[in-house]
Nanobody, 123 residues
Framework: QVQLNESGGGLVQAGGALRLSCVAS????????LGWFRQAPGKEREFVAA????????NLVDSVKGRFTISRDNAKNTVYLQMNNLKPEDTAVYYC????????????????WGQGTQVTVSS
């Protein structure tokens, strides 16, 4: 089992920045990749970014490229999502999840999930 704990969400004005953190604990040796998804009210959960624990290779959805960066600190078992130039459409609950491949973008390919952290961007 792997436990994931997200933090760093909050309320920010458009153009602002937030950094989300996801700390993994438990059997972290079974976490080849860690991804971020988000879900806005009334919408399906969507892929945002993912990173390989080992190589650091990353994958981001086109809508956040150039604004968001995903990184990891293996020593701290922590993955970060740096979000810059936030837009109102980025408002959602952000979840981190463990997957097998960093290039997987489907939520059903991720098998451990955190509880989520709310990000609200005001216009």
């Amino acid at each position: 089992q792997v436990q994931l704990n997200e933090s760093g969400g909050g309320l920010v004005q458009a153009g602002g920045a937030l950094r989300l953190s996801c700390v993994a604990s438990g059997r972290t040796e079974s976490t080849p990749a860690l991804g971020w998804f988000r879900q806005a009210p009334g919408k399906e959960r969507e892929f945002v970014a993912a990173i390989s624990w080992g190589s650091g290779s990353a994958n981001l959805v086109d809508s956040v490229k150039g604004r968001f960066t995903i990184s990891r600190d293996n020593a701290k078992n922590t993955v970060y999502l740096q979000m810059n130039n936030l837009k109102p459409e980025d408002t959602a609950v952000y979840y981190c999840a463990v997957g097998r491949r960093y290039y997987s973008t489907l939520s059903n390919e991720y098998y451990y999930w955190g509880q989520g952290t709310q990000v609200t961007v005001s216009s």
